[in-house]
Structure formats: structure tokens, C-alpha cells
């Protein structure tokens, strides 16, 4: 039975492992990456497209930015739409700040890409993985092309999603969760058609929100706000683009249409556990926090995780545990800010299902709210704060 010893054991291989993989080896700290996917499931997955401009720094500081350098399409603002019209919220002017569109898909490929030239070892495709002893010697089971495989390792690093293992393995007295669910869910399409806009369209519409983003010059991705038990075989490709027309369209302006390559229902949750540290297991990223994709936080929340427990680690092999001890609470201070964002985007830019009195109300409140932001220095600089990205702490 294959037994390895290392100093910190990753579970997961998307952005989040990959990218603290990355960062312990260029600080000289072994590891391991083990996932339970195979390799071009890992490269095939479609999610975020937004990255803060820390997040670009995060990637060149890392060797892994020539892609972002080269393809990645930098964004001066946003358009907030409502009411028929299309208001421009120009990050630039406003705090001389940008994002970068570029896709997770493409993040994850230039991160096994750097993985591969290293040779470091990342085992896709692993079945049974379980962590142990997280209080005393921290172990991770897992078997691999058939074999049993045991990694001892001084810490555990849970960067397994979501639906992943390390947070359930934390036990549940320890562990408080926060969370929210949302009355509509996203239905997400790629489209091979260049964008009809040259920034990302955020509306609100009679029918509910609507978004424009895209992921390169001939590739497209849309959102349309849809019902959470919606079946994806009861929206066509046809009744996707009606839906698209109608409330992404203003005077003037119309969207073009293109061969749709996938799509998807996304669900909507905010979601944040009480502590990210456990023993000797940390967790980054989807593991212990979700956001409702309004902001374009998840992505860029799992970097900046995972940029500091890597200081962290780097730091206590230096012989100073401080930053380690207090990962989990600056981590969570900073998604605490993400998370309202998140909802305060969400909650401004959806339409609550029901034709009740309330739902009447929370809309045209909504509409008062995009009002006023996008006629407001202030409101838009605050905006533009918390789009391209919180610093740290
Ligand atoms: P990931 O990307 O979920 O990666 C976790 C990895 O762990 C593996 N794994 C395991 N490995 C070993 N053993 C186990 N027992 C394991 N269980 C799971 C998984 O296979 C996977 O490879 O988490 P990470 O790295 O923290 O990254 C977070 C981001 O992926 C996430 O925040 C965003 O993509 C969220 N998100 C979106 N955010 C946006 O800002 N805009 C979007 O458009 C957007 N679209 C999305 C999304 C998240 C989605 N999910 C999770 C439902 C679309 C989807 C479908
Ligand atoms: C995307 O391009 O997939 C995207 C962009 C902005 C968001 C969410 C998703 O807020």
C-alpha cells in the first residue's frame, strides 16, 4: 500500500487546491492535490468569469498570468438596466479601478497546465477519499488506480467545494452554519456569438433579471433568472433567446443570437460556516462559504482564501504561527463584506416570484434602488468598491 508523507494535504482540484498547490510550490512546501474527478471533467467544468484586479496580481505573482495577460478582456464598468434603460457604472472614473473577464475553465487550465510542467503530484480520479485524526496526526485515505494510497501530512486543507467531505468531517457541535436560499435559480447559456455589448449587463425586467457577460470575442454567456424547479428540457433554445429578447432589449440596441453549446440551471445560496480552522484542517474557498453568483464573488473569494492561508503556511514553517491562528477569522471578517454584497446585488436585481402585495412592493422598491444608484456618485463609487474587489482585512 502506497504510503507518502507531506506537509499539507490538499483535497480538491478545482481553483482553490489548484491555486494553494501552485503557491506552496513556489515557496519550497510540499504537497499533495488528491481529486475525485478526472482530469478532463476538472477542465471541462463552465462557472465564474469575473476576476477582481487582486485576483489577475494573485495569478501573475503566482507564473500562471500569461493567459490572463494575453486573453483576458479588461472591463472599465458594468451596465445596470432597468426600466428599458441601460445605465453605465464606470468602475474606472469612479475609483480607477477594473475586473477582468476570464473564464474559471481557462484559470483551471493555466493552473493544471503550470501543474503538469512541474510535475507535482496531483492524483485525479481518486475514489474514497477520507480525511482523519484531524486533532492529532492528520491523515488522507484514498484509492488510486486501484491501490490504497495513505498521505500523513501536518495539515489538511479542504478544498473540496461544496459538496465535498472536510467540512463534514469537521464535528457538527463545532461547526455553526449561516445560510439563505433564494426563490429563483439561474439557467446559464455559452453561445458561439460575439458579444452585442462591450461590458457586462446586469437587468431587471418585468419577467425577471437577465445578464449579459461573455468569455472571449466570439463566445457569449447569458443568464436568465428562472424558477428554482424549473426542468432545463422545458426551456428551447428558441424559448431561451425570446426570453433573452425581451429583457436584455432597449431602444436601439438589439442581441445577437448564436449556436448554443450549453447550458445549464444554477442554484442560488448564501451559505458561510462559523470557523474555517478545525484542528489541523483549513478550509478554502466553496468549502466553507457560497455566495449567489450576482456579484462575481465565489471565484475570487476562493483566491483570496486561499492567498492567505498560503502566507499562513509559508509563515509557520518560518517559525510564526500568528497568521495561521488567525486565517479564519480575517477570512470570514472579509466574506462576511462579500457576502452582503452578494445579496444586496441579488436581492436588487430579481424579481421575487408571487403576484402579491409584497412582491408588488419589493419590485418597485428594487426599481427606487436602481434609481438612485445609478444617479448617485456615491452609491456608484461604493458599487465599484466592492465589484472589483475588497482589499484584505
Ligand atoms: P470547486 O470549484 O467546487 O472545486 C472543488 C473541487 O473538489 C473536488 N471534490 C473532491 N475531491 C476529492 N475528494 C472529494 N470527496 C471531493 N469532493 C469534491 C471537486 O470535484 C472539485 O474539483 O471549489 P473551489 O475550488 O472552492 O472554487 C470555487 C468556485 O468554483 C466557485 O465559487 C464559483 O465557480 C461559483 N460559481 C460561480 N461564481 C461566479 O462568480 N460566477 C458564476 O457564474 C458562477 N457559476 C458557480 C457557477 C458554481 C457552480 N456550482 C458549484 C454549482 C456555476 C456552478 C454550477
Ligand atoms: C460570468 O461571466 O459567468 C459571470 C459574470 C458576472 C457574474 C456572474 C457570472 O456576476
Not at 11 to 33: C, E, K, M, N, W
Not at 244 to 250: E, F, K, N, S
Not at 329 to 338: I, N, P, S, Y
Amino acid at each position: 500500500m502506497p504510503n507518502l508523507t507531506t506537509r499539507v494535504a490538499i483535497v480538491g482540484a478545482g481553483p482553490a487546491g489548484l491555486l494553494l498547490g501552485r503557491s506552496l510550490y513556489q515557496a519550497g512546501i510540499d504537497f499533495v492535490i488528491v481529486e475525485n474527478r478526472d482530469r478532463e471533467y476538472v477542465l471541462g467544468r463552465i462557472r465564474a468569469g469575473v476576476l477582481e484586479q487582486g485576483s489577475v496580481e494573485t495569478l501573475e505573482q503566482l507564473g500562471v498570468g500569461a493567459g490572463v495577460q494575453a486573453n483576458g478582456m479588461i472591463h472599465d464598468g458594468i451596465y445596470l438596466q432597468f426600466a428599458s434603460e441601460r445605465h453605465h457604472v464606470d468602475f474606472s472614473d469612479l475609483i480607477g479601478r477594473t475586473v477582468t473577464i476570464y473564464g474559471q475553465q481557462a484559470v483551471v487550465r493555466d493552473l493544471v497546465d503550470a501543474h503538469d510542467a512541474a510535475g507535482t503530484p496531483v492524483f485525479y480520479d481518486a475514489s474514497d477519499v477520507a480525511v482523519h485524526d484531524l486533532t492529532g496526526t492528520p491523515s488522507l485515505t484514498f484509492s488510486y488506480n486501484g491501490l490504497p494510497y495513505t498521505v500523513k501530512a501536518d495539515f489538511v486543507v479542504g478544498a473540496d467545494g461544496f459538496h465535498g467531505i472536510c467540512r463534514q468531517s469537521v464535528p457538527a457541535d463545532e461547526l455553526t452554519i449561516y445560510q439563505r436560499d433564494y426563490p429563483f435559480a439561474w439557467l446559464g447559456i455559452l453561445a458561439e456569438v460575439a458579444p452585442s455589448t462591450d461590458e457586462l449587463i446586469y437587468a431587471l425586467h418585468d419577467d425577471g433579471f437577465a445578464m449579459h457577460s461573455m468569455r472571449s470575442p466570439t463566445v457569449s454567456r447569458l443568464y436568465l433568472q428562472v424558477d428554482p424547479a424549473d426542468d432545463i428540457a422545458s426551456w428551447s433554445d428558441a424559448r431561451i433567446w425570446d426570453a433573452l429578447h425581451a429583457r436584455l432589449g432597449v431602444p436601439g440596441w438589439s442581441l445577437e443570437e448564436g449556436l448554443i453549446t450549453e447550458k445549464s440551471i444554477l442554484p442560488m445560496r448564501s451559505f458561510v460556516v462559523s470557523t474555517l480552522h478545525y484542528g489541523s484542517l483549513f478550509l478554502v474557498g466553496d468549502a466553507g462559504h457560497i455566495v449567489p453568483p450576482t456579484g462575481a464573488k465565489g471565484l475570487n473569494s476562493a483566491m483570496s482564501d486561499v492567498t492567505q492561508l498560503s502566507a499562513a503556511l509559508v509563515a509557520h514553517y518560518s517559525g510564526d504561527d500568528g497568521l495561521l491562528a488567525g486565517y479564519s477569522d480575517v477570512a470570514l471578517a472579509r466574506q462576511w463584506k462579500v457576502q452582503q454584497f452578494s445579496q444586496w446585488m441579488t436581492e436588487m436585481l430579481h424579481k421575487r416570484p408571487g403576484g402579491d402585495a409584497t412582491a408588488a412592493f419589493d419590485y418597485r422598491s428594487q426599481l427606487g434602488r436602481l434609481d438612485y444608484v445609478t444617479h448617485s456618485d456615491e452609491a456608484m463609487r461604493s458599487l465599484a468598491q466592492q465589484y472589483t474587489g475588497l482589499q484584505l482585512t
